[in-house]
Nanobody, 126 residues
Framework: QVQLVESGGGSVQAGGSLRLSCAAS????????MAWFRQAPAKEREGVAA?????????YYTDSVKGRFTISQDNAKNTVYLQMNSLKPEDTAMYYC??????????????????WGQGTQVTVSS
């Protein structure tokens, strides 16, 4: 089993920054896809960013956050980060960390991810 714990959420003004962390414990896959999803009230859960960790490192982003968000990882600490800059009110949501073994194919869809964190709230005011 894999356990994921998010932290770093909070309330900021538009234009501000936050750094989310996702600490993983339990079974360690040699090849894995780690992703961040977000869900606002009455909205569908959407993929924000993903990182493939294996024989190479690959990163992926949804169009709305490109240039503003950066996903990274520290394999020694089993931790994935999401640096969020230039935050906008529409970024307000509960942010979830997710993981699955293997590649990041179809990463933006939550169905294939079997491991999830509890979520951390991000609120951006205007």
């Amino acid at each position: 089993q894999v356990q994921l714990v998010e932290s770093g959420g909070g309330s900021v003004q538009a234009g501000g920054s936050l750094r989310l962390s996702c600490a993983a414990s339990g079974y360690t896959y040699t090849r894995k896809c780690m992703a961040w999803f977000r869900q606002a009230p009455a909205k569908e859960r959407e993929g924000v960013a993903a990182i493939y960790v294996g024989t190479y490192i690959g990163t992926y982003y949804t169009d709305s956050v490109k240039g503003r968000f950066t996903i990274s990882q520290d394999n020694a600490k089993n931790t994935v980060y999401l640096q969020m800059n230039s935050l906008k009110p529409e970024d307000t949501a509960m942010y979830y960390c997710a993981a699955k073994p293997g590649p990041c194919g179809s990463w933006s869809r939550p169905t294939g991810f079997g491991y999830w964190g509890q979520g951390t709230q991000v609120t951006v005011s205007s």
